[in-house]
Structure formats: structure tokens, C-alpha cells
């Protein structure tokens, strides 16, 4: 079995910034890419930011400038720096890792529990 466990969401005045970071554990053979959505209430899950583990990130666009993404494969950790935060910002923000949990399996898509991020004016 497979966990991810976020760390580092809470309350930011708008401007402010927060880190989040996602470990994984368990398991398994190797993560490939790792990610962050949120979701916002009454709103879809939407991608933030995903890296590859050769470090490839991908930012959509109401981010992009703001946010930063980075792993520690070692770690098997995905962290996501975030500045100049915004009141859409607020969501419940959560890491995915696509993990094979062995040299043959299939690829799966596993997920964290969440964690809040409140941006106050």
C-alpha cells in the first residue's frame, strides 16, 4: 500500500506565501510523475503543478510566476512553493504520485487526504 501525507497548509494574508510539501511512503518500485491539485468549494479538481522525476514541471496558468515545484526523489517528497498568494488561491490542495509498485505492474495514481489552504484579505 501506498500513503501520501501533506504537510503545510493554514492561514495566509493575501501576499503572503505557504510551502507545502507531500511525502510518500509504503511500498513500491518507483514514482514517476508527482503532482498538486486543488479544489476550491462548489468547484472541479484542477492541476496546479506536476514534476516528472527528471525534475520536468508544468504549471497551469494562475500560477505560473507564483509557485514553484520541486522533489526530492530520495525522499520520495514533492514540495510546492507558493508567494504572492491571492484570495482564489483558497482551496483544499492535494499531491498525487503515479507509482508502480513493481517492475511490471501497471502505473497507478495514488492520492493524499488534502490539506487547507485559507488566503484572508
Known amino acids: 500500500q501506498v500513503q501520501l501525507v501533506e504537510f503545510g497548509g493554514g492561514l495566509v494574508q493575501a501576499g503572503g506565501s505557504l510551502r507545502l510539501s507531500c511525502a510518500a511512503s509504503?511500498?513500491?518500485?518507483?514514482?514517476?510523475?508527482m503532482g498538486w491539485y486543488r479544489q476550491a468549494p462548489g468547484k472541479q479538481r484542477e492541476l496546479v503543478a506536476d514534476?516528472?522525476?527528471?525534475?520536468?514541471?508544468n504549471y497551469a496558468d494562475f500560477v505560473k510566476g507564483r509557485s514553484t515545484i520541486s522533489r526530492e526523489n530520495a525522499k520520495n517528497t514533492v514540495y510546492l512553493q507558493m508567494n504572492n498568494l491571492e484570495l482564489e488561491d483558497t482551496a483544499v490542495y492535494y499531491c498525487?504520485?503515479?507509482?508502480?509498485?513493481?517492475?511490471?505492474?501497471?502505473?497507478?495514481?495514488?492520492w493524499g487526504q488534502g490539506t487547507q489552504v485559507t488566503i484572508s484579505s
Open positions: 498525487n504520485a503515479a507509482v508502480k509498485t513493481g517492475f511490471n505492474s501497471y502505473e497507478y495514481l495514488y
Open positions: 509504503g511500498r513500491f518500485y518507483s514514482i514517476n510523475t
Open positions: 514534476i516528472t522525476s527528471s525534475g520536468s514541471a
